[in-house]
Structure formats: C-alpha cells, structure tokens
C-alpha cells in the first residue's frame, strides 16, 4: 500500500460527550431574587469554569446520537461524578433527582484547544462533542457556602482526578460577564444561556 501523508488521510469521526454542573444559590434581598454560581479554578490553567467532564463509555447510552437532543437522564451519572470530582465531595449527598434540567449544544473540531486539535491530528479524529448541562440548587447561605470552601482547601485529593481544581467560588452572572479568569469556552458557549 502506498505512504499516504497524515494530512491527505481520512479522518474517522467521533462523538463524545461531556456533563457540565452549574451549582447556585438564591439570596433573597428587597423582595427580589438573586443567584450566585459555584464555579471551580482549574489547577492547571488557573482559570474559572463550571464543573465539566467527559462521560465515560459506561455512562453513555448505546442510542446516544440520535436520542441525545431529548435525553437528560443519560448523563446524570457522569454529573454527579464530576461534581463529586471537582469539588472533592463539599456538596455531599447530590442525587440525579438534585438535578435540574439545563439545555444542550454541540460544538465542533472549531472549539477544541490547541493541544487537542494537535491530538485529533496526531490520532487522525474529527471529533464533535455534545454537551449536556445541568443546574443544581444548593440549599444554602453564602456564610455555609464559604464554610464548605474552607472544607474544600482542607482536603487533600487521595486520587488524581480529584486534583484538578484547587479552588471553588461564587459569582454572579455580571461577575462573569467581567472575569477575566473565565475560561472563554464557557464565556462563549455557556455564560449567554445561563439562567
């Protein structure tokens, strides 16, 4: 068989799918209703996102791409092992039923960071990831919320997934809309459909 170089190869498609957890809390200030978001700092990157990971193979459903728009039961599992992950089990006790129905996207090969789209070259993937994003309302004070933060600070990750963040904090919509420590994915893809 002749050499074909990498970039005249065909490229295999991929599906993959992530969960992305929005935590908030309500305060109640002149009859009005306000909400503040839980976010994590990644370790990495230094930079403000929600709680977001990739399902695994046994998280996902065998009828996933043409079901997927309409199923939101699907991924709680992988939502609740990433909020378990990510904020190194503050918010204790989430079930799927804690879960409240956020929206969907998708976004194409486009979105992806360097590193990966040097990865989906190396690996000769287009990869299109479907996103499905989920809200939680935490039951609690700002005063209860920075206790759990201190929580957070004090507990040191025995497995390295659950070393990925090291820090969780609360943000109004407008704080957002302002960072400049926002990762710009959720700034673009995620911050304009927040409720």
């Known amino acids: 068989m002749p050499y074909v170089p990498p970039h005249k190869r065909q490229k295999r498609h991929e599906i993959r799918y992530k969960s992305i957890v929005i935590p908030y809390i309500e305060t109640r200030y002149n009859n009005k209703t306000y909400k503040s978001y839980v976010l994590v700092e990644d370790a990495k990157f230094n930079e403000l996102t929600f709680v977001i990971g990739g399902c695994k193979m046994r998280e996902i459903p065998k009828n996933a791409d ?6 939101y039961g699907s991924y709680t599992t992988c939502a609740l092992r990433e909020l378990k992950e990510e904020t190194r089990d503050v918010f204790c006790n989430v079930s799927k039923y804690d879960l409240e129905h956020g929206f969907k996207f998708s976004s194409g090969p486009k979105d992806r960071s360097t590193p990966e789209r040097k990865k989906d070259a190396k690996e000769g993937v287009v990869v299109t990831m479907r996103y499905t994003v989920y809200y939680l309302r935490l039951d609690m004070t700002k005063t209860e919320f920075n206790e ?8 040191r990750p025995k497995k390295a997934e659950n070393n990925e963040t090291s820090d969780i904090v609360l943000k109004t919509k407008s704080e957002l809309e302002e960072s400049k420590k926002l990762w710009r994915f959720m700034k673009e893809r995620v911050l304009p459909k927040l409720r």
């Open 66 to 71: 043409s079901t997927f728009f309409r199923d």
């Open 148 to 155: 759990r933060r201190e929580r957070f600070k004090n507990v």
